[in-house]
C-alpha cells in the first residue's frame, strides 16, 4: 500500500510539470511579443528620425552654399558725360560697378565693353540733372543701366500681355426684306444649323503647353561707386 501511496504522489507530481511549463509559455510568450513589437517600433522610430535630421542637414547645408557663394562683380571706368539740360553746361561723373549672373556673363560684358559703354553713355546723355539728383532718380537709372547692358548681352525682357482683338460690330441688316423674315423661316435656320453641328464631330480641344520661364537679365544689379552731378 505504502509503494502505490508513492507511485500515485510521485505521478501526480510528474502530471504537474507540464501544466506549469504550459502556464511559463503563456506568460512569457505575450512578454516576448511585445518587446519585440516594441523593439521594431523604437528602432523604426530612430531611423526615420535620424533620416529626417539628414535630410534637414542637407537642405541647410544647400542653403549654406548658396549663400557662401562669392557674387560676381564687373567694374567699368569711370564716365564723364555732358547731360540733357539747357545750354549742357551739366554734366554727371558716375562709376559703376556691375553684379553680374556668373562669370561668363563677366567675360561677355568685358568681350562687348565698347557696346556696353556706348550704351550707358548714350543713357546718361539723355537724362536731366534734376532727375539723377532724387533716390528715385538714381535707382531708375541703375534699373535703365542693368537693361541696356543686358541687351548688349543678347538678353531681351519678358514680352508684354498682347492687347485683346478688337470685338467685331454687329452689321445692321441693310434691306427691308432681311428685316421682315418670318419667326418661322428663323426657326427653321436655326434648327437646320443645330442638326449640322451635332453631325460634326467634335475636336478635342488641346491644353495649351506651359512655357518655360523667362530666362533673368545677366546683369543682376547695378552699383555706383561714384554718383557725382556738377
Same mark, same amino acid.
Given at each position: 500500500?505504502?509503494?502505490?501511496?508513492?507511485?500515485?504522489?510521485?505521478?501526480?507530481?510528474?502530471?504537474?510539470? *507540464?501544466?506549469?511549463?504550459?502556464?511559463?509559455?503563456?506568460?512569457?510568450?505575450?512578454?516576448?511579443?511585445? #518587446?519585440?513589437?516594441?523593439?521594431?517600433?523604437?528602432?523604426?522610430?530612430?531611423?526615420?528620425?535620424?533620416?529626417?535630421?539628414? =535630410?534637414?542637414?542637407?537642405?541647410?547645408?544647400?542653403?549654406?552654399? =548658396?549663400?557662401?557663394?562669392?557674387?560676381?562683380?564687373?567694374?567699368?571706368?569711370?564716365?564723364?558725360?555732358?547731360?540733357?539740360? %539747357?545750354?549742357?553746361?551739366?554734366?554727371?561723373? #558716375?562709376?559703376?560697378?556691375?553684379?553680374?549672373?556668373?562669370?561668363?556673363?563677366?567675360? %561677355?560684358?568685358?568681350?562687348?565693353?565698347?557696346?556696353?559703354?556706348?550704351?550707358?553713355?548714350?543713357? #546718361?546723355?539723355?537724362?536731366?540733372?534734376?532727375?539723377? #539728383?532724387?533716390?528715385?532718380?538714381?535707382?531708375?537709372?541703375? $534699373? %535703365?543701366?542693368?537693361? &541696356?547692358?543686358?541687351?548688349?548681352?543678347?538678353?531681351?525682357? &519678358?514680352?508684354?500681355? $498682347?492687347?485683346?482683338? &478688337?470685338?467685331?460690330?454687329?452689321?445692321? $441688316?441693310?434691306?427691308?426684306?432681311?428685316?421682315?423674315?418670318?419667326?418661322?423661316?428663323?426657326?427653321?435656320?436655326? &434648327?437646320?444649323?443645330?442638326? $449640322?453641328?451635332?453631325?460634326? *464631330?467634335?475636336?478635342?480641344?488641346?491644353?495649351?503647353?506651359?512655357?518655360? *520661364?523667362?530666362?533673368?537679365?545677366?546683369?543682376?544689379?547695378?552699383?555706383?561707386?561714384?554718383?557725382?552731378?556738377?
Amino acid at each position: 500500500m505504502a509503494e502505490d501511496t508513492k507511485k500515485s504522489a510521485g505521478d501526480g507530481q510528474e502530471e504537474a510539470k *507540464p501544466k506549469r511549463s504550459k502556464k511559463m509559455l503563456l506568460i512569457v510568450g505575450p512578454l516576448l511579443l511585445l #518587446l519585440l513589437g516594441g523593439g521594431g517600433g523604437a528602432g523604426w522610430y530612430f531611423y526615420a528620425k535620424s533620416k529626417a535630421d539628414a =535630410d534637414d542637414e542637407n537642405i541647410e547645408a544647400t542653403k549654406q552654399a =548658396d549663400a557662401g557663394k562669392p557674387k560676381v562683380f564687373s567694374n567699368l571706368d569711370p564716365f564723364v558725360v555732358n547731360l540733357a539740360d %539747357d545750354g549742357g553746361d551739366r554734366l554727371i561723373q #558716375l562709376g559703376v560697378v556691375l553684379e553680374v549672373a556668373d562669370t561668363k556673363a563677366a567675360g %561677355d560684358i568685358t568681350a562687348q565693353m565698347p557696346a556696353v559703354r556706348n550704351a550707358i553713355l548714350l543713357l #546718361l546723355s539723355a537724362k536731366q540733372s534734376s532727375e539723377l #539728383l532724387t533716390l528715385p532718380g538714381k535707382q531708375a537709372l541703375a $534699373a %535703365d543701366i542693368a537693361l &541696356a547692358t543686358g541687351g548688349v548681352l543678347g538678353w531681351k525682357p &519678358a514680352p508684354k500681355a $498682347a492687347d485683346a482683338p &478688337a470685338q467685331p460690330r454687329k452689321v445692321k $441688316a441693310d434691306t427691308q426684306a432681311a428685316a421682315e423674315q418670318s419667326k418661322g423661316e428663323r426657326e427653321d435656320a436655326n &434648327a437646320d444649323e443645330a442638326d $449640322a453641328d451635332e453631325e460634326k *464631330p467634335k475636336k478635342s480641344v488641346k491644353k495649351p503647353a506651359a512655357k518655360a *520661364p523667362h530666362p533673368p537679365n545677366p546683369v543682376a544689379g547695378v552699383h555706383f561707386s561714384q554718383f557725382l552731378v556738377q
